[in-house]
């Protein structure tokens, strides 16, 4: 693995990813074409990845041993919660053939993903030395997708 490594780079590129199946899902939703399921499976099975990788590999180097930053970690997987929560709703909505609201979903999912991309994950990489930053990118690297 090369020396220099970020976290943002891969988490970014991973947000990037999973957005590009969001659009996808979206536009399948708009046509009508019965990809839809298909498309909103998975979308889902790369966000519930991404947000796993997010709470059992990174979020525990974020907070120090005096609990600093470690309220903004528990902000981040109640948001998780919410965005599985919603998840949820949408695919039994889809399931059921009923109208699908992703609005507010989408804006939350977008707001969460903004302040890890331009917040939360640029100062985890000011924390973290090479050593520790190679350990996260060994576990994340081969599980999530990042084009
Ligand atoms: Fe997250
Ligand atoms: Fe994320």
Request: glycine share 2%.
């Amino acid at each position: 693995m090369k020396e220099s490594i970020n976290i943002s780079d891969l988490m970014i590129q991973n947000h990037k990813y999973i957005k590009k199946l969001f659009d996808m899902f979206k536009k399948d939703i708009k046509e009508n074409n019965g990809r839809v399921l298909k498309s909103f499976d998975t979308f889902k099975w790369e966000m519930e990845k991404h947000l796993l990788i997010e709470e059992k590999a990174i979020f525990g180097f974020y907070y120090s041993d005096d609990g600093e930053n470690y309220e903004i970690t528990l902000d981040l997987i109640k948001q998780h919660k919410i965005i599985l929560e919603m998840l949820k709703i949408i695919e039994v909505s889809l399931r059921d053939e009923e109208a699908v609201n992703i609005l507010e979903f989408e804006r939350l999912w977008i707001k969460h993903k903004r302040f890890e991309d331009e917040i939360f994950y640029p100062e985890l990489d000011r924390k973290l030395n090479n050593h520790e930053k190679k350990d996260i990118a060994e576990r994340i690297v081969y599980s999530i997708p990042v084009n």
